[in-house]
């Protein structure tokens, strides 16, 4: 494992997820689904918190389908713990950050 401080994260987030997924695909608004994928998500948060993004993101794209998210984080946090601490989704990180860190609306004075 990767001395990188969120592979020891995504390593758990990635065990749990095999679980977590699979149940999901039962019962996907479950309380354990949801935790999962909310710490998986802090994860995500914290990793683009630590990198520079060049270019930016698409931040126009529409929103994922829960599923695809899903699969998404599941296969980045495998990324990220097997020791590839550089692989971005960048459809995944615009996802979460429009719908987690929504940005402020600009206030105009008017006169």
């Given at each position: ?11 758990k987030l ?35 918190d630590?990198i ?16 695809d ?15 590839c601490?550089?692989v ?8 979460i ?15």
């Amino acid at each position: 494992m990767s001395k990188d401080p969120f592979a020891r994260q995504a390593a758990k987030l990635a065990d749990l997820s095999r679980a977590v997924l699979v149940q999901a695909s039962a019962s996907p608004d479950s309380s354990e689904t949801q935790a999962w994928e909310e710490a998986a998500e802090d994860c995500v948060l914290a990793r683009v918190d630590a990198i520079r993004i060049l270019g930016g993101l698409p931040m126009h794209q529409p929103a994922l389908d829960c599923m695809d998210r899903r699969t998404r984080l599941e296969t980045l946090l495998g990324y990220w713990a097997n020791g590839c601490p550089f692989v971005i989704d960048e459809k995944l990180f615009a996802d979460i950050l429009k719908r987690r860190r929504p940005r402020p609306v600009s206030t105009q004075i008017s006169s």
